[in-house]
């Protein structure tokens, strides 16, 4: 197969003829030869060949020229037709309302995805630019489209199938560098959308950060606060117990002071009922005695009265003592009071015995005596301590009953 023709060198001389040249050499493969019985002369090396070589590369030229024009309008309008087909691509997804950093990631989402297409058209198209060739097939020389035309049909013309294999690579070229400025663009976008969701991001973590310390902070105020409440329940509950406690010490108080008193009114009224039984006794005494006994018994009833009274007003001044310092003081008290009483009981019971046997007998040597000084009561066989007041009085009934005594005496 031979070469095709290469341009004509302009150094060279041109020859000009004017007569008709047999060239009995073998042409190319791809140039139509003219008959040997045409009359018809035509201009070039072989006839009317060279008019389909350059209406060859005139085609290519007019269909690189109209691929260039079209490929310029859809440049321009390319930030539109992104546009576009993004707004086809959203609607293919969800498209309710979400946060900005959402947005933003299902934003990337959307870019991606028509990357990802717009990749496989590039890969597609880019194989269809190259299958031509076996490369780019903008800005070829004619003899390169010759050459491989050739390869595809003995002669090759602007209508034949090498010249529309040839159209449908430039074409595909051209789709191609749209396809590649379309991806370049998306590629920025997606970077640039992604500084944006960097920058969100950083802010959004950085309020995270805000919001948990602010967390943190609330919850360790939360946390004195709480131990703060169960320090003060605790010292509530604290001072409730000790309340209780004291409540249940000043109960336990009450009930033995209860107690004590309950024990002092059984012995005062054990006592009493014993002076009770006494004083029935004395009644009974006197009853059977002569009158100057009963004027006796008169005093010891004066002396008797003076002495309760006595004892009452002192027990009453014990008791209130006692109340205002501790029960159990009065307890014993009161019990001190008893054998104090019960004392002079004995003691007054053993001056009634002798008293009552000095009667008996014919002298009674110390009728009306007893002591002038000091709170006492002698009688013949010992003194009674009682209180001034009782004393006077003791003495007052004696002296009123002593004529009596004496009648009797002399009787």
Same mark, same amino acid.
């Given at each position: ?18 007569? *008709? ?23 070039? =090396?072989?006839?009317? /060949? ?22 310029? *309008? ?7 037709? !992104? ?8 609607? %293919? ?15 990337? $989402? ?35 489209? +010759? ?13 034949? @199938? ?35 969701? /960097?920058?969100? %991001? &950083? ?52 009930? @033995? ?7 002092? !009114? &059984? ?8 002076? &009770? ?9 006197? =009853? ?8 006796? +018994?008169?005093? #010891? ?6 002495? %309760? ?29 008893? %054998? ?8 007054? &019971? ?22 002038? #000084? $000091?709170?006492? #009561?002698?009688?013949?066989? $010992? ?29």
């Amino acid at each position: 197969m031979q070469k095709p023709p290469r341009p004509p060198n302009q150094s060279r001389p041109v020859y000009y003829l004017d007569e *008709a040249v047999d060239i009995t050499a073998d042409a190319p493969d791809h140039m139509i030869t003219v008959p040997r019985t045409s009359s018809t002369l035509m201009s070039g =090396a072989f006839g009317r /060949s060279v008019p389909t070589y350059y209406q060859n590369q005139n085609a290519v030229k007019a269909t690189n020229k109209g691929l260039e024009q079209e490929y310029q *309008a859809k440049a321009s309008q390319l930030p539109q037709s !992104i546009e576009a087909e993004l707004a086809a691509t959203r609607l %293919q997804g969800p498209t309710d309302p979400l946060p900005p950093l959402q947005s933003i990631v299902r934003e990337l $989402g959307v870019l991606n995805k028509l990357t990802q297409q717009k990749t496989a058209e590039f890969h597609s198209k880019t194989v269809i630019a190259n299958a031509f060739y076996g490369g780019d097939p903008s800005n070829r020389h004619i003899n390169e489209f +010759m050459k491989k035309a050739t390869t595809m049909e003995k002669r090759p013309g602007p209508t034949g @199938i090498a010249m529309q294999a040839l159209n449908q690579s430039l074409k595909a070229a051209i789709e191609a560098r749209l396809l590649s400025q379309t991806l370049q663009s998306l590629h920025q976008r997606t970077v640039n959308l992604q500084h944006t969701l /960097s920058a969100m %991001q &950083a802010t959004e973590q950085t309020r995270l950060a805000a919001e948990q310390e602010a967390q943190r902070v609330a919850a360790e105020q939360a946390r004195i606060r709480a131990e703060a409440e169960a320090l003060a329940h605790a010292q509530e509950q604290a001072r409730l117990a000790a309340l209780a406690e004291a409540e249940r010490l000043a109960a336990e108080q009450a009930r @033995i002071a209860a107690e004590a008193t309950a024990r002092y !009114i &059984a012995a005062e009224q054990a006592r009493l009922k014993a002076e &009770a039984e006494v004083q029935a006794e004395l009644l009974r005494f006197q =009853a059977q005695r002569e009158v100057n006994r009963k004027a006796l +018994m008169e005093v #010891f009833a004066e002396f008797q009265r003076q002495n %309760q009274q006595e004892r009452i007003e002192k027990q009453l001044r014990v008791e209130r003592k006692a109340q205002e310092q501790k029960q159990q003081q009065a307890l014993l008290n009161a019990q001190a009071e008893a %054998q104090r009483q019960a004392e002079q009981a004995r003691l007054l &019971a053993q001056w009634r015995e002798e008293t009552e046997a000095r009667w008996q007998s014919p002298t009674f040597a110390n009728v009306g005596s007893m002591a002038a #000084f $000091g709170p006492t #009561f002698t009688g013949t066989l $010992g003194t009674v301590g009682v209180s001034p007041a009782t004393s006077l009085a003791l003495r007052t009934a004696l002296r009123a009953a002593y004529p009596r005594l004496s009648q009797h005496s002399r009787q």
